[in-house]
């Protein structure tokens, strides 16, 4: 539910800021080894490191490079078309994709507010996914794997969340809590 939440706010700030028809959707929810998720993202990539705030860790938000250069082709005015790009990051282009994040983390942050109050920061952002150690290679982790289009350019991206971030606040991400706290929420409003 959070995550469809979340999905949601970033379609629509998203399609605000560049001006096209954007669309991100949860396309799966996993659990795998760290190192399996840092083996399975491309090379060069746009990864940034999310210090988790008030939760101990850090969490990997990866953005595919096709979504990542569509969206700084459209904010320095481009059509946003599918370019075959493989190379690293400029830091202008690192620059503006660090608003982005920033903005991406905005909406990260209001979709977990039933949860927890998030305030994820962005701590910095790499390009080779060998430099984004933020836990051993076989600590499991959770990957909410988004699709991602904007315009007629498709990609992935990942938000990749270290169990040991997460252990604390478990029992409130269970299905069972959704619905106590929707079946309270819809009693309180009900409730003369």
């Avoid at 560049?18 to 993202?41: G, K, M, N, P």
């Avoid at 927890?116 to 920061?121: A, E, K, N, Q, T």
């Avoid at 270290?162 to 606040?169: A, K, M, R, V």
């Amino acid at each position: 539910m959070m995550h469809e939440t979340f999905a949601r706010l970033a379609t629509t700030g998203l399609s605000a800021q560049l001006r096209a028809l954007v669309s991100v959707h949860v396309a799966s929810v996993d659990q795998l080894t760290y190192e399996e998720f840092i083996r399975s993202i491309p090379n060069p990539t746009t990864l940034a490191v999310i210090n988790m705030d008030p939760l101990r860790g850090s969490a990997i938000l990866e953005i595919d490079p096709s979504i990542s250069f569509t969206i700084i082709d459209r904010l320095f005015g481009g059509k946003g078309e599918q370019a075959k790009i493989s190379r690293e990051l400029s830091e202008i282009e690192m620059s503006v994709m660090e608003g982005i994040i920033v903005r991406i983390l905005g909406n990260m942050r209001e979709s977990w507010s039933t949860v927890i109050d998030l305030r994820p920061r962005l701590g910095n952002i790499e390009t080779n996914p060998q430099f984004a150690q933020v836990v051993p290679p076989n600590d499991m982790v959770v990957l909410i794997t988004l699709e991602t289009k904007i315009g007629e350019v498709e990609g992935m991206t990942n938000l990749c969340i270290p169990y040991i971030t997460i252990e604390p606040i478990i029992n409130k991400l269970s299905a069972q809590y959704w619905y106590s706290s929707i079946r309270k929420e819809n009693w309180m409003k009900t409730a003369p």
